[in-house]
C-alpha cells in the first residue's frame, strides 16, 4: 500500500524540508554526472501541452524538464536547471504556455526559482527568484500572459503577468491569506476566474482582473474529500475536483462552489486518490487518476460518458501513481506517471503513444539481487539461469550469467538479524529500534555474513550499522534504493536505484566508487567512477555525461561522456576498482604496473563547443529546396569553435567555411549566431548540426523540416588540394577470432571472413559505398549485434587461427 502512494508522500516531505530551511545548506556545484538514456529516469511529476496539443513538457525528479512531440513521441529538447547534489535542481510543476512557444517549471532551488523557457532549445527566458517556498503548481491563462503560481507551506498564491512574451514580468495582486500548500490551480475558458485547490480541503475561487485576482469565494465541497487535481467543464459551468485521499470526483457547481454530483469508479477504496482530471473538449466526457487502480492493481484512466450518468470504463496505463491528465481539442488524452511514463490515448481509449523510462526496475527483486563474495559481480534481473544479461561482472566489464552460489540479502546471520524493514519508520536491529528522521522509511535492508554490520536503505539515505544498533555511517541516496545487499567478504555494499543505476560504495567509510547502468535492452551498459573514469559497450558511451551549469540565470550544458573518451575511458581501471577497493587504490595499482595514471586535463578545460538552433522552428515547411538555419555556437575563448558540420537523414553534407557565414552576436555570453545554408531533399528531412574546436565536437542540434522540393544534385568535392575534404576517413581494423577460452564458444570462419570483409573494403578504398553494398553491410549488423555477447571475448586464445587488417579510406558519412 505505501509503495503505491510513496510518490505523494515524497511531494509532502519535499517540502517540509524545504520549510524547515534545509536548502541553506545546498551549495551550488558547477559540474556533476548525469545519466541521458533519452527519457526521464525518475518521476514525472507534472506535465502539459499547448492549446493545440502539439507538443507536451514534462518535468521530473531526474532534475529535467523535456518537450516532446506528441504526434510522434519524439523529444525536441530538454532543459537542465542549475542543481546540486541531493533535491537541489528537481522540478515539480510544469506549465506550456498556450501558443506552445515556451513553458514555466520550478521545483526545487535555494532560491525556489521559477523558470520561463523557451520550447524550442531549452534556454532561460526568465527567471522569478526569491519565491518564499517551492512551487507546487503552475497554470497560465487561456491568452498566455498570466501565470498563476501555488506555493508549498502558507504562502498561497503568486499571479504574474507578461506582455511581451515573458521577456520582463510584472507581479500582480495574488492572495498569500492560507492555512495549507496549494495543491492545483485552474483557469475556465474566458480566463476571467481562477480557482485553487489547497491541502485543508478548500477551494478558492477568485475572479480575474488587470490588477491580478480577487477572492470571491471559499468552500469545503460536501463529499469532495481533500480535493486536488481541478478542471473546468468547457463551458465553465461546472468543476471537476479529483481528491487526493478518496477515490471519488466531486462535480461542482463554479458558480457556488457546491457539490452537485460524487463519481466514483468501481472497486474504489477511500485512501487511493483521483488527483488528476480532465474534460473533453466537448463536455461530454470526464476523465481521472491518480493513486487508484483497477482489479489487477493497475493505474488506470476512468472515463464517464455524459458526466457521470453510467459506469466509468477504465484503461490501464502506467505501473505507478497518474500524475497528470489534459485532453486535446481532437478527442485525445494526454497521460503522465511516476513510473516514469507518458503517453496520448486515442478518442477510443486505445493507445497512440507510449514513451517510457529506459531504465530496469529493481523493485520487488530481493531474492534475485544476488551479489558475488568479492562484490565483483552482481545479479539484479528476473530472468532464466542461463541468461547472459542477468548479471553484470565487473571485473570483466560486461554482461554475464547469474550464478547460483552468489548470495541474496540476508535478514539474520550469526546473532544478529534485522526486523520490521519493509516500507517502516521503526526498523529493528537485534531488537533495538532505528530512529529514522521525519518522513524516512525504510525499503530494503541486509546482514553480513559475520553479522557485525547491517545496511538499512531508506528513501533518503543508505545507512550502516553495527550489531548494536549503533550508526556506523549515512550517506544520502541519489534516488529511492529499492535493494541493498553486502558483500561475503565484508568489503562492499552495494545498492540497486529507481533511476536504474547498480552503485558500489565502500563499507569502510560508505563513499561511493562505482557505478554502472545496465540498460534494459541486455546490450548496452556504462560504468563510471564519481570523478569520471568510464567504461561502456558499444553504443553505452552516451548514458551518461557531465552537466555544467552555467549560473543561476543560465540552462546547465550537457556534455554526453564519448566527447571526453581520450583521457576518461578507462576500461583498466573501471575492472580494477571493486578487485582494489576503490579507485584510488586501483589507480595506484595501474601506475605501479606501468599503466595510465590520472587524466591530465579537468573536463572544464576540455569542453567541446555547444550549438543550439534558434531557428526555424521544428517541423517547418519550406517551399524550396534548401533551408537556412540560425545556430548559435558558444565555446571557450581559448578553445574557438573552428568548423561547422550538419547531416541531413544522417548523410553528411559539406557547408561553406565558418569564416564566409554570416554571423552576428548571440544573447548568451561567448555565443555567436551562423546563418548556415543546407541544402534539402524532397519530403521530410532530419537535420543534425555540430560545432568543433581543438576539443572535439560539440553533442548535437536536431531539427526536423519539411520540404515540397529535392535539392540539386551537390558537385563532387573538390579534391584535397584545393580545398578541405569534408568527407570522414573511415579506419577498418578487421579481426577474425576462431577459439575462445570459453569451450561453448568455436567459430569456424571468423578469419575467414574478416580477410573477406577487409578485402571488400580495400576495393572501395578512396571512393564511396554503392547502395547495395551498404544494404549488405546493414544485413551483416544485424546479423553480428545478434552474436554480439561473447562471454570469452577478453581472454581469446592467441595461439589458433587469427587475421587482422587496418588501413585507412574515404567514405561519405
Same mark, same amino acid.
Given at each position: 500500500?505505501?509503495?503505491?502512494?510513496?510518490?505523494?508522500?515524497?511531494?509532502?516531505?519535499?517540502?517540509?524540508?524545504?520549510?524547515?530551511?534545509?536548502?541553506?545548506?545546498?551549495?551550488?556545484?558547477?559540474?556533476?554526472?548525469?545519466?541521458?538514456?533519452?527519457?526521464?529516469?525518475?518521476?514525472?511529476?507534472?506535465?502539459?501541452?499547448?492549446?493545440?496539443?502539439?507538443?507536451?513538457?514534462?518535468?521530473?525528479?531526474?532534475?529535467?524538464?523535456?518537450?516532446?512531440?506528441?504526434?510522434?513521441?519524439?523529444?525536441?529538447?530538454?532543459?537542465?536547471?542549475?542543481?546540486?547534489?541531493?533535491?537541489?535542481?528537481?522540478?515539480?510543476?510544469?506549465?506550456?504556455?498556450?501558443?506552445?512557444?515556451?513553458?514555466?517549471?520550478?521545483?526545487?532551488?535555494?532560491?525556489?526559482?521559477?523558470?520561463?523557457?523557451?520550447?524550442?532549445?531549452?534556454?532561460?527566458?526568465?527567471?522569478?527568484?526569491?519565491?518564499?517556498?517551492?512551487?507546487?503548481? =503552475? &497554470? %497560465?491563462? $487561456? #491568452?498566455? /500572459? @498570466? !501565470? *498563476?503560481? +501555488?506555493?508549498?507551506?502558507?504562502?498561497?498564491?503568486?499571479?504574474?503577468?507578461?506582455?511581451?512574451?515573458?521577456?520582463?514580468?510584472?507581479?500582480?495582486?495574488?492572495?498569500?491569506?492560507?492555512?495549507?500548500?496549494?495543491?492545483?490551480?485552474?483557469?475556465?475558458?474566458?480566463?476571467?476566474?481562477?480557482?485553487?485547490?489547497?491541502?485543508?480541503?478548500?477551494?478558492?475561487?477568485?475572479?480575474?482582473?488587470?490588477?491580478?485576482?480577487?477572492?470571491?469565494?471559499?468552500?469545503?465541497?460536501?463529499?469532495?474529500?481533500?480535493?486536488?487535481? =481541478? &478542471? %473546468?467543464? $468547457? #463551458?465553465? /459551468? @461546472? !468543476? *471537476?475536483? +479529483?481528491?487526493?485521499?478518496?477515490?471519488?470526483?466531486?462535480?461542482?457547481?463554479?458558480?457556488?462552489?457546491?457539490?452537485?454530483?460524487?463519481?466514483?469508479?468501481?472497486?474504489?477504496?477511500?485512501?487511493?486518490?483521483?488527483?488528476?482530471?480532465?474534460?473533453?473538449?466537448?463536455?461530454?466526457?470526464?476523465?481521472?487518476?491518480?493513486?487508484?487502480?483497477?482489479?489487477?492493481?493497475?493505474?488506470?484512466?476512468?472515463?464517464?460518458?455524459?458526466?457521470?450518468?453510467?459506469?466509468?470504463?477504465?484503461?490501464?496505463?502506467?505501473?505507478?501513481?497518474?500524475?497528470?491528465?489534459?485532453?486535446?481539442?481532437?478527442?485525445?488524452?494526454?497521460?503522465?506517471?511516476?513510473?516514469?511514463?507518458?503517453?496520448?490515448?486515442?478518442?477510443?481509449?486505445?493507445?497512440?503513444?507510449?514513451?517510457?523510462?529506459?531504465?530496469?526496475?529493481?523493485?520487488?527483486?530481493?531474492?534475485?539481487?544476488?551479489?558475488?563474495?568479492?562484490?565483483?559481480?552482481?545479479?539484479?534481473?528476473?530472468?532464466?539461469?542461463?541468461?547472459?544479461?542477468?548479471?553484470?561482472?565487473?571485473?570483466?566489464?560486461?554482461?554475464?550469467?547469474?550464478?547460483?552460489?552468489?548470495?541474496?540479502?540476508?535478514?539474520?546471520?550469526?546473532?544478529?538479524?534485522?526486523?520490521?524493514?519493509?516500507?517502516?519508520?521503526?526498523?529493528?536491529?537485534?531488537?533495538?529500534?532505528?530512529?529514522?528522521?521525519?518522513?524516512?522509511?525504510?525499503?530494503?535492508?541486509?546482514?553480513?555474513?559475520?553479522?557485525?554490520?547491517?545496511?538499512?536503505?531508506?528513501?533518503?539515505?543508505?545507512?550502516?550499522?553495527?550489531?548494536?544498533?549503533?550508526?556506523?555511517?549515512?550517506?544520502p541516496a541519489p534516488g529511492t534504493p529499492w535493494q541493498v545487499n553486502l558483500s561475503d567478504d565484508g568489503r562492499w555494499l552495494v545498492a540497486a536505484f529507481s533511476d536504474g543505476t547498480l552503485r558500489w560504495y565502500r563499507q569502510q567509510d560508505g563513499s561511493e566508487q562505482l557505478a554502472v547502468f545496465p540498460h534494459p535492452d541486455g546490450r548496452r551498459w556504462v560504468a563510471w567512477t564519481p570523478a569520471g573514469y568510464f567504461a561502456a559497450s558499444p553504443g553505452g558511451e552516451d548514458l551518461v555525461g557531465w552537466q555544467l551549469d552555467r549560473g543561476e540565470k543560465l540552462a546547465a550544458d550537457f556534455f554526453p561522456a564519448s566527447r571526453f573518451r581520450g583521457e576518461y575511458y578507462r576500461p583498466d581501471l573501471i575492472s580494477e576498482v571493486v578487485n582494489k577497493g576503490g579507485v584510488e587504490a586501483a589507480l595506484a595499482a595501474l601506475a605501479r604496473e606501468g599503466g595510465r595514471t590520472e587524466a591530465k586535463a579537468t573536463i572544464p578545460e576540455r569542453l567541446p563547443p555547444s550549438v543550439r538552433i534558434m531557428g526555424p522552428d521544428d517541423m517547418s515547411s519550406v517551399a524550396g529546396n534548401k533551408v537556412v538555419i540560425r545556430l548559435a555556437v558558444r565555446s571557450a575563448a581559448d578553445a574557438p569553435a573552428n568548423k561547422l558540420l550538419a547531416r541531413v537523414n544522417g548523410q553528411l553534407v559539406q557547408l561553406p567555411s565558418l569564416s564566409s557565414l554570416t554571423?552576428?552576436?548571440?544573447?548568451?555570453?561567448?555565443?555567436?549566431?551562423?546563418?548556415?545554408?543546407?541544402?534539402?531533399?524532397?519530403?521530410?528531412?532530419?537535420?543534425?548540426?555540430?560545432?568543433?574546436?581543438?576539443?572535439?565536437?560539440?553533442?548535437?542540434?536536431?531539427?526536423?523540416?519539411?520540404?515540397?522540393?529535392?535539392?540539386?544534385?551537390?558537385?563532387?568535392?573538390?579534391?584535397?588540394?584545393?580545398?578541405?575534404?569534408?568527407?570522414?576517413?573511415?579506419?577498418?581494423?578487421?579481426?577474425?577470432?576462431?577459439?575462445?577460452?570459453?569451450?561453448?564458444?568455436?567459430?569456424?570462419?571468423?578469419?575467414?571472413?574478416?580477410?573477406?570483409?577487409?578485402?571488400?573494403?580495400?576495393?572501395?578504398?578512396?571512393?564511396?559505398?554503392?547502395?547495395?553494398?551498404?544494404?549488405?553491410?546493414?544485413?551483416?549488423?544485424?546479423?553480428?549485434?545478434?552474436?554480439?555477447?561473447?562471454?570469452?571475448?577478453?581472454?581469446?586464445?592467441?595461439?589458433?587461427?587469427?587475421?587482422?587488417?587496418?588501413?585507412?579510406?574515404?567514405?561519405?558519412?
Amino acid at each position: 500500500m505505501l509503495r503505491r502512494v510513496f510518490h505523494q508522500l515524497a511531494i509532502m516531505l519535499s517540502g517540509l524540508l524545504l520549510a524547515a530551511g534545509i536548502q541553506a545548506g545546498e551549495a551550488a556545484t558547477a559540474l556533476s554526472l548525469r545519466l541521458e538514456t533519452g527519457t526521464h529516469v525518475a518521476a514525472i511529476r507534472a506535465a502539459s501541452m499547448d492549446a493545440a496539443g502539439r507538443f507536451v513538457v514534462t518535468a521530473s525528479e531526474d532534475k529535467s524538464a523535456r518537450v516532446w512531440d506528441t504526434a510522434s513521441g519524439a523529444l525536441l529538447s530538454i532543459f537542465r536547471p542549475p542543481s546540486a547534489a541531493g533535491n537541489n535542481g528537481k522540478l515539480f510543476a510544469a506549465a506550456m504556455a498556450p501558443d506552445g512557444l515556451l513553458y514555466a517549471t520550478a521545483g526545487w532551488s535555494a532560491g525556489n526559482d521559477l523558470y520561463l523557457v523557451g520550447r524550442s532549445d531549452g534556454q532561460i527566458i526568465h527567471r522569478i527568484a526569491g519565491l518564499p517556498n517551492i512551487v507546487t503548481h =503552475l &497554470a %497560465f491563462s $487561456p #491568452d498566455g /500572459k @498570466t !501565470l *498563476a503560481v +501555488g506555493l508549498w507551506g502558507r504562502h498561497g498564491l503568486r499571479i504574474f503577468f507578461s506582455s511581451d512574451g515573458w521577456q520582463s514580468v510584472r507581479e500582480l495582486k495574488g492572495d498569500a491569506d492560507y492555512s495549507a500548500e496549494v495543491n492545483a490551480s485552474a483557469w475556465s475558458a474566458d480566463g476571467k476566474q481562477l480557482v485553487v485547490s489547497t491541502a485543508d480541503g478548500y477551494l478558492r475561487a477568485y475572479q480575474a482582473n488587470n490588477q491580478g485576482v480577487d477572492l470571491r469565494l471559499s468552500a469545503v465541497p460536501a463529499g469532495a474529500g481533500t480535493p486536488h487535481g =481541478l &478542471a %473546468f467543464s $468547457p #463551458d465553465s /459551468k @461546472t !468543476l *471537476a475536483a +479529483g481528491a487526493s485521499d478518496q477515490s471519488n470526483v466531486a462535480l461542482i457547481d463554479a458558480a457556488t462552489l457546491k457539490t452537485r454530483k460524487i463519481l466514483t469508479p468501481p472497486n474504489s477504496t477511500k485512501n487511493r486518490g483521483l488527483n488528476a482530471v480532465a474534460w473533453s473538449a466537448d463536455g461530454k466526457r470526464l476523465f481521472a487518476a491518480g493513486a487508484w487502480t483497477d482489479d489487477k492493481g493497475r493505474f488506470a484512466v476512468c472515463n464517464w460518458a455524459e458526466s457521470g450518468a453510467a459506469n466509468p470504463s477504465c484503461t490501464a496505463v502506467s505501473g505507478n501513481t497518474i500524475t497528470a491528465l489534459q485532453t486535446t481539442s481532437d478527442g485525445k488524452l494526454l497521460y503522465a506517471a511516476a513510473d516514469p511514463v507518458w503517453g496520448m490515448l486515442g478518442a477510443q481509449e486505445q493507445s497512440l503513444i507510449t514513451v517510457a523510462s529506459a531504465a530496469l526496475e529493481f523493485r520487488n527483486l530481493r531474492s534475485k539481487f544476488r551479489l558475488a563474495p568479492d562484490a565483483s559481480a552482481l545479479a539484479f534481473r528476473d530472468l532464466p539461469g542461463e541468461a547472459n544479461d542477468a548479471a553484470f561482472d565487473t571485473r570483466q566489464t560486461a554482461w554475464a550469467k547469474a550464478k547460483k552460489e552468489w548470495q541474496a540479502p540476508r535478514t539474520m546471520a550469526g546473532k544478529t538479524n534485522v526486523d520490521n524493514w519493509f516500507e517502516q519508520q521503526r526498523p529493528q536491529i537485534n531488537g533495538k529500534t532505528i530512529n529514522l528522521d521525519a518522513g524516512e522509511w525504510s525499503l530494503s535492508a541486509a546482514v553480513a555474513k559475520s553479522g557485525e554490520q547491517v545496511a538499512i536503505a531508506t528513501n533518503h539515505n543508505l545507512r550502516l550499522y553495527d550489531r548494536s544498533a549503533r550508526e556506523r555511517w549515512r550517506t544520502p541516496a541519489p534516488g529511492t534504493p529499492w535493494q541493498v545487499n553486502l558483500s561475503d567478504d565484508g568489503r562492499w555494499l552495494v545498492a540497486a536505484f529507481s533511476d536504474g543505476t547498480l552503485r558500489w560504495y565502500r563499507q569502510q567509510d560508505g563513499s561511493e566508487q562505482l557505478a554502472v547502468f545496465p540498460h534494459p535492452d541486455g546490450r548496452r551498459w556504462v560504468a563510471w567512477t564519481p570523478a569520471g573514469y568510464f567504461a561502456a559497450s558499444p553504443g553505452g558511451e552516451d548514458l551518461v555525461g557531465w552537466q555544467l551549469d552555467r549560473g543561476e540565470k543560465l540552462a546547465a550544458d550537457f556534455f554526453p561522456a564519448s566527447r571526453f573518451r581520450g583521457e576518461y575511458y578507462r576500461p583498466d581501471l573501471i575492472s580494477e576498482v571493486v578487485n582494489k577497493g576503490g579507485v584510488e587504490a586501483a589507480l595506484a595499482a595501474l601506475a605501479r604496473e606501468g599503466g595510465r595514471t590520472e587524466a591530465k586535463a579537468t573536463i572544464p578545460e576540455r569542453l567541446p563547443p555547444s550549438v543550439r538552433i534558434m531557428g526555424p522552428d521544428d517541423m517547418s515547411s519550406v517551399a524550396g529546396n534548401k533551408v537556412v538555419i540560425r545556430l548559435a555556437v558558444r565555446s571557450a575563448a581559448d578553445a574557438p569553435a573552428n568548423k561547422l558540420l550538419a547531416r541531413v537523414n544522417g548523410q553528411l553534407v559539406q557547408l561553406p567555411s565558418l569564416s564566409s557565414l554570416t554571423r552576428s552576436p548571440g544573447n548568451q555570453p561567448g555565443e555567436s549566431i551562423y546563418e548556415l545554408p543546407i541544402p534539402l531533399p524532397a519530403g521530410e528531412s532530419k537535420i543534425l548540426t555540430f560545432a568543433e574546436n581543438k576539443h572535439g565536437v560539440s553533442p548535437e542540434a536536431a531539427l526536423r523540416i519539411k520540404s515540397g522540393k529535392a535539392a540539386e544534385p551537390e558537385p563532387p568535392p573538390a579534391p584535397p588540394s584545393s580545398g578541405p575534404d569534408l568527407r570522414p576517413v573511415l579506419y577498418v581494423m578487421a579481426i577474425g577470432v576462431s577459439n575462445y577460452s570459453d569451450p561453448s564458444i568455436r567459430l569456424e570462419f571468423a578469419a575467414k571472413d574478416s580477410r573477406d570483409l577487409s578485402n571488400f573494403l580495400k576495393a572501395q578504398e578512396g571512393g564511396l559505398i554503392p547502395q547495395s553494398h551498404r544494404a549488405q553491410s546493414d544485413r551483416r549488423q544485424r546479423q553480428a549485434r545478434r552474436h554480439s555477447r561473447w562471454p570469452g571475448v577478453d581472454t581469446p586464445r592467441t595461439d589458433r587461427t587469427r587475421c587482422g587488417h587496418h588501413f585507412p579510406r574515404r567514405a561519405w558519412g
